[in-house]
């Protein structure tokens, strides 16, 4: 069974360009959540999308955005990147059948460095 | 806002001993759920344990276990016998079902195993 794909894996970009990330989730797993990891804030919710919809949001600004397709597979999308977006964002899949019979499976995750 | 506490960021334990990491965590909540995660320098996170709130029985798999104390809001994960490959970054995460996916995750501790 394939685990949770993260593409790309290292991105480098410069201040005001954006960016797509994906994710694959683990086949049959609906729930595709999103996190940033720095070294400063450790790991911060960014969003969550189940069946197509996002159902929960962290407290980032607008640029960050997010979307699912039919297929469970996601993408994040940061706008006008700011020195301060350099993170390692992970993405992780779950099952999401009950409440709180969830555990989440991470990707490798996609290193992006903005200078 | 849940909030979770690691406040080791650092331990070392030689081979084959034992180690304590310490967890802290801020809820009103009485359902809920914990999770520790692994992350080696790989950089993939990996479940180690996870605890049901309302279950009184701590929880073990293989090497690990957990001391979870409900009134105290304490939830540590013993390693026994460890080895080398037990070196990464120990995250405690937070879930509350009733808001949907959304994991709270500490600082993390890094943990050296020394041969």
């Known amino acids: 069974k394939a685990g949770v794909t993260q593409t790309p894996r290292y991105l480098i970009k410069t201040r005001g360009q954006q960016v797509t990330l994906s994710c694959s989730p683990i086949?049959?797993?609906?729930?595709v959540s999103w996190y940033q990891q720095t070294p400063g804030q450790g790991l911060q919710f960014l969003f969550e999308?189940?069946?197509?919809?996002?159902?929960n949001k962290g407290n980032f600004p607008g640029r960050f955005s997010g979307r699912q397709f039919s297929n469970s597979r996601s993408e994040m999308n940061v706008s006008t990147l700011e020195l301060g977006d350099s993170a390692l964002y992970l993405c992780?899949?779950?099952?999401?059948?009950?409440?709180?019979?969830?555990?989440?499976?991470f990707g490798a995750g996609s290193r992006l460095t903005v200078l | 806002a849940q909030t979770v506490t690691q406040s080791q960021p650092e331990m070392s334990v030689q081979e084959a001993e034992t180690v304590t990491l310490s967890c802290t965590y801020d809820?009103?909540?009485?359902?809920?759920?914990l999770f520790w995660y692994k992350q080696p320098p790989s950089r993939q996170m990996i479940l180690v344990i996870r605890?049901?709130?309302?279950?009184?029985q701590n929880a073990t798999e293989n090497r690990f276990s957990v001391n979870f104390q409900k009134a105290a809001k304490s939830f540590s994960l013993k390693i026994s016998d460890s080895q080398l490959g037990d070196t990464a970054m120990y995250f405690c995460?937070?879930?509350?079902?009733?808001?949907?996916?959304?994991?709270?995750f500490g600082t993390g501790t890094s943990l050296t195993v020394i041969p």
């Open positions: 086949s049959g797993h609906r729930s």
């Open positions: 809820t009103s909540e009485s359902n809920y759920y």
């Open positions: 995460a937070f879930m509350n079902p009733n808001t949907g996916n959304q994991f709270y």
């Open positions: 999308y189940f069946s197509e919809t996002q159902r």
């Open positions: 992780a899949s779950s099952l999401r059948v009950a409440p709180g019979a969830n555990v989440l499976t």
């Open positions: 605890q049901e709130a309302y279950k009184q």
